[in-house]
Structure formats: C-alpha cells, structure tokens
C-alpha cells in the first residue's frame, strides 16, 4: 500500500485524506450508518479528530520551519 501512495501526487493525496475524513465523519454522525453501534460509531469520531490533530500539528511543523530560515 505504501508503494502505491508513493505513485499519487500532491493533489490525489490530499483528496485521500479528504474522502477519508468525510467517510470517518459520516460514519461517526449520520443515520445513514444505523448498522454501526455507538462503540464503532465514537471510535470513528475519534480517529477523524485524529487525522485533523496530525493534520494541523505538521501545519504547524511547517510555520515553525519557515520561521527558522
């Protein structure tokens, strides 16, 4: 799987992240989803807010970096 990450560019890798967060959300709060139970459910919630901490902790990583130079 990583070999095929290596192969998407810029644009595709964002949209990955972008549909794999809407699918986390989705998951977590539609009712759309009454399959899933609220165990399933918070742990989706909880891996979305995952995704955005790393998201926005490497944004940072980046400011920190161009302030350096």
């Known amino acids: 799987m990583i070999n095929k990450l290596d192969e ?3 644009d595709q ?3 990955v992240i972008v549909w ?5 959300d989705n998951a977590a709060t ?3 989803y009454q399959k899933l139970d609220d165990k399933v459910k918070g742990w989706c919630g909880m ?5 955005r901490h790393q998201i926005d902790k490497a944004y ?5 970096w ?3 130079e």
Not at 20 to 24: A, G
Not at 60 to 64: G, P
């Open 8 to 10: 998407l560019n810029k």
């Open 47 to 51: 891996l979305a807010e995952a995704v």
């Open 60 to 64: 940072k990583l980046n400011d920190t």
């Open 66 to 68: 161009y302030e350096e």
């Open 30 to 32: 539609s009712v759309n």
């Open 20 to 24: 794999t967060l809407n699918d986390l």
């Open 13 to 15: 890798l964002k949209q």
